[in-house]
């Protein structure tokens, strides 16, 4: 069983930046894929990104501006977000998984979510 704690969240100017975080309690960080994914105000939750064994995978709405990384000793997984848009307004969730296909975790198969923590891009 991991149970996860996303926080970070807040309000911040477009352009600006802001670093999420996500601690996982439980056995066994390391062997879990993690992702974030974000739900807009009246949208669907959709993928962010993810790291499993120290490679990345971004969607093509943050490629270049959202970083994903983890820190196995801390068990805990960050998402570093610049050059942010009010489009990124949204409730973000962390989310860890074992033994997940990309297709899989792009469609939010995972195994264990945070609550969220809420980020809004004023313009």
């Known amino acids: 069983q991991v149970q996860l704690a996303d926080s970070g969240g807040g309000l911040v100017q477009s352009g600006g930046s802001l670093r999420l975080s996500c601690a996982a309690s439980?056995?066994?960080?390391?062997?879990?894929?993690m992702a974030w994914f974000r739900q807009a105000p009246g949208k669907e939750r959709e993928f962010v990104g993810h790291?499993?064994?120290?490679?990345?995978v971004y969607a093509d709405s943050v490629r270049g501006r959202f970083t994903i990384s983890r820190d196995d000793a801390k068990n805990t997984v960050y998402l570093q977000m610049n050059s942010l848009k009010p489009e990124d307004t949204a409730v973000y969730y962390c989310?860890?998984?074992?033994?997940?296909?990309?297709?899989?975790?792009?469609?939010?198969?995972?195994?264990?979510w945070g609550k969220g923590t809420l980020v809004t891009v004023s313009s």
């Open positions: 989310a860890a998984g074992l033994l997940k296909t990309v297709a899989a975790i792009k469609r939010g198969d995972m195994d264990y």
């Open positions: 790291i499993a064994g120290g490679s990345t």
């Open positions: 439980g056995r066994g960080f390391s062997h879990y894929v």
